[in-house]
């Protein structure tokens, strides 16, 4: 590596980029940079925002792997039989796992009400409530936090477990990702106050006991990137089948296209950068960035701002550079 290149990459960090917390950069499955900043260490994890939907995402590929899900062509509502569909409903009947994984449910919003879902008492019950409506099922819409959330609802019915134990076995354990327990948000203060915690460790649960599966999860870069090299090595860890390499082929090829976003290609809660390349991305510029023609894992654990800075363009017009050959 060139030096005089990492010191103008990490003053582009210092600069540009101030609310990164760590980098972890491997490329064929070997580590060629690790490094924190803002007084973070490796043994302190990020709240990742919607890095987490992939999380889930792998967890529904395990889930029909074990036949606890018949596949993404089931019904949502065959998860919840005692929900009540209101009379002239039909949309919603129809809306599908594979509807909410591409982000082509329709919803009876026009702009998501966050802050309905996070006062609610019981947000799946609520995001149900807006699921469907008069829009086409198909069309690229954008879950931030309810209809998402619906897929931990879903897992949760389908396993019978809970999902942080179900993630526990089936995936955290295996690839030593600790999540030691639930984290549980009594009131706004604190969920203000946790999520730049650098001392939390955990996965935040709403008020019924539920994981969240649109953000609330806490990882290290360390451990955001063994799930990038995971993915990588087609579902195998250290010689085992951890994820179906068909479910990683799948969740990673083009389902929907999002146009307002600069049609970017969307897969199973994965964004899809180019032919070669795909990542997690949560807010604040937390990312898993995975690309195969060059071998490279690069993970990037970033503490909130808004409109943070295009973390893919930094990857692509900084890091890649320096570590692609």
């Known amino acids: 590596m060139n030096q005089e290149k990492i010191k103008e990459f990490e003053k582009i960090i210092s600069d540009d980029y101030s609310n990164i917390t760590g980098i972890v950069i491997q490329k064929n499955s070997i580590k060629l940079y690790e490094n924190y900043f803002n007084e973070y260490t490796s043994d302190n994890a990020v709240h990742v925002y919607s890095v987490t939907k992939s999380i889930i995402s792998a967890l529904i590929g395990i889930a029909i792997d074990k036949c606890d899900i018949k596949s993404v062509d089931q019904k949502v509502l065959d998860f919840f039989p005692d929900y009540t569909v209101h009379t002239g409903e039909r949309t919603i009947q129809d809306i599908t796992i594979r509807n909410l994984l591409t982000m082509t449910a329709p ?33 690229f819409n954008y879950s931030a936090i309810g209809g998402t959330h619906i897929l931990s609802g879903v897992l949760a019915k389908a396993t019978g477990r809970s999902i942080l134990d179900f993630a526990t076995e089936n995936l955290f354990s295996q690839l030593e990702i600790s999540v030691p327990h639930n984290v549980v948000l009594r009131s706004e203060e604190e969920h203000f106050s946790v999520m730049n915690d650098k001392n939390t460790r955990g996965w935040a649960v709403d008020p019924q006991g539920i994981n969240t599966a649109s953000w609330g999860l806490f990882l290290t870069p360390v451990e955001m990137a063994k799930i990038g090299q995971l993915y990588l090595n087609g579902g195998v860890w250290n010689g085992k089948q ?63 701002t808004p409109e943070a800075k295009d973390r893919i363009e930094f990857i692509k017009g900084y890091i890649e550079p320096i570590f692609e050959n």
């Open 242 to 304: 951890i994820v179906s390499a068909g479910w990683i082929s799948e969740s990673t090829r083009e389902h929907s296209q999002c146009v307002q976003w600069g049609n970017l290609s969307y897969g199973y809660l994965w964004w899809l950068i180019d032919r070669d390349s795909y990542a997690a991305m949560g807010d604040g510029g937390n990312v898993i960035y995975v690309n195969t023609k060059k071998q490279l894992v690069i993970s990037i654990a970033s503490l909130f």
């Open 107 to 139: 919803y009876k919003y026009k702009t998501e009400p966050y802050e309905m879902f996070f006062a609610s008492r019981n947000p799946i019950q609520d995001a149900l409530d807006l699921l469907g409506g008069d829009d086409p099922i198909g069309e």
